[in-house]
């Protein structure tokens, strides 16, 4: 959709139409400020990603008043996870206090297409596709973009009140407008299993073990979604010994119904990689921009948090910016941006704790097997926990109180099952392990007076 405005005239531009880009355009555009929107690839992409919405992405969604999104996608709706654990499982569901909160499982492309369907059909919002090649700066400030049309060769100009990048995981701008500390802690394989039937059906599965971790959810009526986590800085090689891997590793880990669907999704061999990146957010404050999504922060998508944390910063975001009456106003816009930086993180900080400290915890034999018989409890352990996870809740110190407690539980039970001369050290080591996960996911985050109280805590349980 092509508008008859000039670029001088643009309010605001956004660099990437994937989740976060492009629902922010969507969200921006009902102020009626004049948008541009560049993306380098306009098709449905086929990603293993973005494809679990929580309960709270969801309300994020309908906030703003977009959950139409969800339509004619063949989307699954999800009401809690099953945790499978060797030979046991529990099944937690989600909060049900208004009605019955419940996220979606989903094809990610099918679900961007059905966004970006809709900013094209939007009279005040420009859509390019094309290759932002350059940010340009003029005295420290951001004044716009360089980028090349798809197929072109020449570079164009761009120039707006506000650039927003929301390039994605692989930002090549992320260095320009933060200082970012990312890492890479493994890779997931992604693979799809047909008609088959998993031991709770509009759930996500949870299978762990002495194995790594996998994540099984529904993301169409006839198919669900495998996850399977490689740790390491290299990707699986994807040769023809993967699959007698696979087979050998994971075929007696997934629940028995499902097991000759994995084996012929394993034969078929149709595998994607993708990395597990942690990057908190370290924004520098830079006049005319903004850094948003993944290019700003990412967390370990096991627990499927990433659009439930994206959509908390589009909705944020745009409340900021719609106080902003006349864009050309830097100082307004200035003081908009930086509110967005300062408070962001209440949105978002559990999410990126829960999903990073649930990734230490499995791979930890005692921690995991704590963390099972902890939510096994049910009542307040597994639907509190739960709140966390689908982000309905955002309480921090709630998290690190379960998250603690989950430890000494776990202790508790060693030394009520063996003799307490083998046990002592092996519990004195199992929470030191939780405060050693928890600990440097706090001081990621946002500092704020709370942090520091709740590390002393620590100090003294240590």
Known sequence: MVNNRTNKDIDVLIVGAGIAGASLAANLAKTGKNIVVVERDLSERDVIIGELLQPGGVQKLEEMGFSSFINDIDAQPVYGYDIIYEERDYVIPYPNKNGEPCGYGFRNGAFLQNIRKHILAQPNIRVIEGTVTELIEANEAITGVRYKLKGATDEESLYAHLTIVTDGPLSIFREKLSKPVKQVNGFFLGLLMKDCEMPFANHGHLVMGDHPPMVIYPVTSTSWRVLIDFKGEKPPRLGKDIRQSLLEKFENAIPQSARPAFVAAVEKGKFKTFPNHRLPASPVNKAGAVLLGDALNMRHPLTGGGMTAAFNDVLRLSNNLEKVKDFSNKRQLTKAIKNFYEKRHLGTQTTNILADGLYGVVYNADLRNAFFE?????????????????????????????????????????????????????????????????????????????????????????
């Open 374 to 462: 902890y939510v096994s409890r049910g009542d307040k352990y597994a639907e509190e926990t739960c709140s966390i996870l689908a982000g309905l809740n955002k309480d921090k110190k709630l998290l690190l109180n379960h998250f603690i407690g989950m430890a000494r539980y776990g202790t508790q039970l060693k030394i009520s099952s063996e003799k307490k001369s083998v046990v002592v050290t092996e519990s004195i080591t199992m929470v030191k392990d939780a405060v050693g996960i928890i600990t440097p996911l706090l001081l990621s985050e946002k500092p704020d007076p709370g942090n520091k109280l709740m590390l002393e805590a620590l100090n003294r349980i240590v």
